[in-house]
């Protein structure tokens, strides 16, 4: 990478650590937590108000992804924060689980990832994209890691409104970060001609990734229903539940570095991708059969977490640099922001739908259709391709 290319990958991935350090600091805690609010006893509803946030960013992200290529990803990135940290500071105050509901709506609304990433796809080479990506997912990957063993500290101390304000000012923090550290945008952003989202939208390459995406988050969300409920049923306290994760997280990350990167210069991207999509449905169906013998140990359910996270990284990182080079250059801010509204939606989808499950058939209906939705997944996803450096995707 040239100077500015790490500039760029570094500055760009600290906003998205900030951002979703704030988001996975109530993910361990939250479905706990919110059962404490008026109107939490309602399983269904704390999925919603789990789950929401990823609703308005779903219906956002194209909008800002949109502007972005209009009026440039920095003012558009500053505007998503602040709208971001006024839901957390509403979050923070909510006295029920309504007021919950709207703060993490609002929160949603801040909806900048299609802006960071069309920023950092604009600031690095073909070549290099897939490590800048990897960065960020590295980054993210390393606050659900911290955010696993502060989130029940701080819940302890401060409760979840206070998470809620720390969450605000790590927005503000972020807001900072493309102030001060960002690289301006390049010149020929400005220049180019501008796409529509018409031709993003029959792009059948571009609608595969989004598809895929979708079923990650959605699963990702919903299997963190019924996931810590598992390990206090195992013998695990809620506040040593970052034993198990941390632990996972970690060593996770060395299995991508080892993986991922080696394996697709040697041409195997399209391997390893389908492995990693087959290794989560695997792990969502060792969680149901964990649920139907009444349970598990904590060092199993460490294992099928470590498989998990294996799977979640290699796919977190390669899925963005794959849109983005697949992407026409004069609609990317457009073509990330449909990507980043199905992830969006994904996360809606998974809170909610894994919150009903979990209050209609238990938490074994949760996992088993996590495990169906990465089998239809890894059917649509099997006729990929990645020839040459570029990456691209067959056709469907």
């Known amino acids: 990478m040239t100077p500015v ?41 704390v999925g919603l108000a789990m789950g929401i946030y990823g609703l308005t960013q779903g219906i956002l992200q194209i909008p800002f992804g949109m502007a972005s290529d209009w009026l440039g990803r920095k003012k558009v990135i500053v505007a998503g924060l602040l709208v971001f940290a006024l839901g957390s500071f509403v979050a923070a105050w909510a006295p029920d689980l309504t007021w ?11 909806a900048i990832s299609a802006a960071v990433t069309a920023l950092l796809a604009d600031s690095t080479r073909d070549e290099v994209r897939t490590k800048a990506m990897a960065l960020v997912g590295t980054g993210i990957g390393l ?40 690289p301006s ?14 031709e993003v939208l029959k792009h059948p390459a571009l609608l595969r990734l989004d598809l895929g995406v979708f079923v990650l988050h959605a699963v990702q969300l919903a299997m963190w229903i019924a996931v810590p409920a598992l390990l206090v049923q195992a ?16 060593a996770s990350f060395l299995v991508m570095g080892l993986t991922l990167f080696p394996l697709e210069k040697r041409g195997y991207l399209r391997g390893v991708f389908l492995a990693a999509v087959a290794l989560i449905a695997l792990v969502q169906f060792g969680l149901m059969a964990a649920t139907l013998q009444g349970g598990s140990s904590v060092t199993g359910l460490g294992a099928l977490l470590f498989l998990f996270f294996c799977g979640f990284n290699i796919l977190e990182a390669s899925q963005p640099s794959l849109a983005s080079r697949v992407a026409p250059a004069h609609s990317r801010g457009a073509a990330l922001g449909v990507y980043n509204t199905l992830q969006s939606l994904g996360f809606f989808a998974g809170g909610a739908l894994g919150g009903w499950l979990a209050k209609a058939a238990g938490a074994q209906a949760v996992f088993a259709a996590c495990g ?13 391709h990645a020839p040459g450096k570029r990456m691209a995707i067959a056709p469907v």
């Open 372 to 384: 169906g939705l990465m089998l239809l997944w890894l059917l649509i996803a099997w006729p990929m």
């Open 100 to 110: 919950l509901i709207a703060g993490r709506a609002l929160q949603g609304a801040g």
């Open 143 to 182: 606050m659900f890691a911290l955010s696993l063993v502060l989130a029940p500290l701080l819940a302890a101390r401060v409760g979840l409104d206070g998470l809620f304000m720390v969450i605000g000012a790590l927005a503000l923090a972020g807001i900072a970060v493309v102030i001060w550290w960002v």
């Open 5 to 45: 290319e790490r500039r760029a990958s570094a500055s760009l991935a600290a906003i998205f650590a900030l951002r979703m350090l704030g988001l996975f600091l109530v993910l361990p805690v939250f479905a706990l937590e919110a059962a404490r609010y008026p109107g939490g006893d309602d399983p269904a509803r």
């Open 185 to 198: 945008e390049p010149v020929q952003h400005v220049e180019r001609a501008r796409g529509s989202l018409a």
């Open 235 to 250: 013998g695990l306290d809620k506040a040593q539940h970052w034993q198990v994760y941390l632990p996972a997280v970690l």
